[in-house]
């Protein structure tokens, strides 16, 4: 994990200026720099505080009256929430759009020192039934202006977005013909066009955003498409995998294995979208895991034991490899749950599972730096190891902040303020 932790030489300061030496101060961490995520959609309810589930959302998310509780769970151990843009839900009626529901979501979770990251901006899958209907052009325009539109209304509070969703299946998707309008630009305009489209629209509505590709497909198929993009000069500044383990876990080489493979074009990795199960695995020759939908899919002890296993396996072989920047995973409670599988971290009634104190135990535990008592030298120098991330020193009454960012030895300065 050297890659993830520093250790700083820190001189801490007084109100003056003048080192504090031989003095008592306390050090503990207050966030990690590393993407720690999980979808948000269990708490949109809640940030509008509103009592009913939205109805025929295609969001998915818990009951609103766990709500409270959830957010309780959710906000203790992760600290990047993913919120869902599928255009079919957001803009249901041309001219429509839910934004400010999302929005009071969004700085609902900004509000409580989260980042915010939309998911997607474009994708041939749950979109609009109204956009089959017009041409190719206009389908093209409505893409850019839907783009330019929710980038700029959520610029600030949401700055990281999935771009664009899935191309490597795009033009060739035969699900939903109703609604492909999608698949009809990508197919008409080619993959890298669409991508272009996407990534220059969002780009210059928020020159500042995080712009991510994003897709399931991580065959060689992928790769060639990300080489293609990047010689074709678009600008992305991560790529996104997805890792829905519903089959079962892919065990670490293979998750070595496949992020190699990508880590090779020089760019960050996030892991956009990670689930275990905790009761009954697919069957192997599913392969599109939304044709697998049964009456009841519970969670068992069994199931439960193996995925907090997985979990910390999965995540520390994430964390291992240095261009890994994010994880977020797909889901807190098996409440709304997508396909309805036992993928949460929390059961359906509220209470945790194995996986979630699993979890928490290495996000918060092992890599984390608890109030930790240490006594500085007559320079007013002390040393400190921990992960990258936020931290707050004490002394004499007073405290102040300061940030590790850089992996290795470092130093830095940190003054107190006046108490």
């Known amino acids: 994990m050297a890659h993830h932790t520093a250790d700083a030489t820190l001189t801490v300061l007084g109100p003056d200026g003048l080192p504090l030496a031989d003095h008592e101060v306390t050090v503990e961490q207050t966030g990690h720099r590393f993407g720690f995520g999980n979808i948000g959609f269990d708490l949109i309810a809640l940030a509008n505080a509103e009592t009913d589930a939205a109805p025929e959302s295609p969001f998915g998310g818990a009951a609103p009256a766990q709500g ?45 020192g ?23 052009d206009e389908v093209e325009a409505a893409v850019r202006a839907r783009i330019r539109r929710e980038v700029t209304d959520f610029r600030g509070v949401v700055d990281v977005w999935d771009a664009i969703n899935e191309v490597v299946i795009m033009p060739v998707f035969v699900n939903e013909e109703h609604r492909n309008g999608i698949t009809r630009l990508c197919w008409e305009r080619g993959r890298i066009a669409t991508i272009r489209l996407a990534f220059e629209e969002a780009r210059a509505a928020n020159p500042s955003a995080t712009l991510l590709l994003n897709d399931f497909n991580l065959s060689s198929a992928y790769e060639c498409l990300v080489e293609g993009v990047l010689e074709a000069g678009i600008q992305v500044d991560a790529l996104g995998l997805q890792s829905h383990m519903h089959q079962g876990y892919w065990g670490e080489e293979r998750t070595l294995e496949t992020l190699e493979r990508f880590a090779r074009f020089g760019l960050p990795i996030h892991l956009t979208e990670s689930t275990l199960l905790s009761g009954q695995l697919m069957p192997p020759e599913i392969v599109d895991l939304n044709d697998y939908q049964i009456p009841s899919w519970p969670s068992t002890p069994d199931g439960e034991a193996r995925q907090a296993e997985e979990i910390v396996r999965h995540y520390r072989t994430l964390l291992s490899h240095p261009s890994v920047e994010a994880i977020t995973y797909w889901g807190l409670s098996d409440d709304g749950s997508w396909l309805g599988a036992p993928v949460g971290l929390v059961r359906s009634d509220g209470t945790t599972k194995p996986s979630y104190d699993a979890l928490r135990a290495l996000v918060k535990g092992e890599w984390w730096l608890p109030e930790t008592t240490l006594r500085t030298d007559a320079a007013g120098r002390v040393r400190v190891r921990g992960f990258l991330g936020d931290y707050r020193l004490r002394a004499r009454g007073a405290e102040a902040g300061f940030a590790l960012t850089a992996a290795g030895e470092v130093t830095t300065e940190v003054t107190l303020p006046a108490s």
Do not use: I, M
């Not at 600290?79 to 929005?103: H, I, K, M, S, V």
């Open 114 to 136: 989260c980042a915010v990251k939309g998911h997607p901006l474009v994708w041939h899958t749950l979109a609009p039934d109204w956009l089959p209907e017009l041409s190719t």
């Open 68 to 112: 409270d509780h959830l957010a309780e769970l959710w906000l203790d151990l992760f600290n990047t929430a993913t919120l869902p843009f599928y255009w079919a839900g957001f803009e249901p009626e041309p001219g429509r759009p839910d934004t400010q529901r999302l929005l009071r979501a969004a700085r609902w979770f900004a509000d409580r």
